[in-house]
């Protein structure tokens, strides 16, 4: 299986969007969130529903449920890597297209100039 390495996006002002909201969710929901991103990161692309799905432009989600909570994080892959580009979203039945968007616009500054926008930290 195609392991691969997991990046956080981060802001210009040093800002990372996944981590500020990752570190609100109650600990049973962190907790899911973390296995999640360790099946991707241990199947990299070969992770499927229900954990993982193709949105569309290149961007992907993860998908975890914390008492009927759907939440979502979007990501997408360069390279090897996977670079997490969302905080989380809670969704009822798809995400919102300006999520996807700014998401998109996300990827794209991190492609530009990967060094800029990758995070020193990892996922706690």
């Known amino acids: ?6 990046h956080l996006y981060c ?3 040093g800002a990372v969007p996944f981590l500020a909201w990752f570190e609100s969710l109650p600990p ?12 991707l990161h241990e199947m990299g692309n070969e992770l499927r529903r229900p954990e993982a799905d193709y949105l569309r432009d ?11 909570v759907n939440y979502r994080v979007l990501y997408f892959y360069h390279g090897n890597s996977v670079v997490v580009l969302s905080h989380g979203l809670k969704k009822e039945k798809v995400v919102p297209p300006k999520e996807i ?8 500054r991190y492609v530009a100039d990967p060094e800029s ?4 930290r990892g996922i706690p």
């Open 11 to 13: 802001e210009e002002n």
């Open 1 to 6: 299986m195609p392991s691969v390495t997991i």
């Open 28 to 39: 049973k929901a962190q907790y899911k969130c973390r296995v999640r991103l360790g099946r």
């Open 117 to 120: 926008h990758q995070s020193t």
């Open 101 to 108: 968007e700014l998401a998109i616009d996300r990827r794209k």
């Open 58 to 68: 290149a961007m992907y989600e993860i998908r975890f449920k914390h008492q009927r």
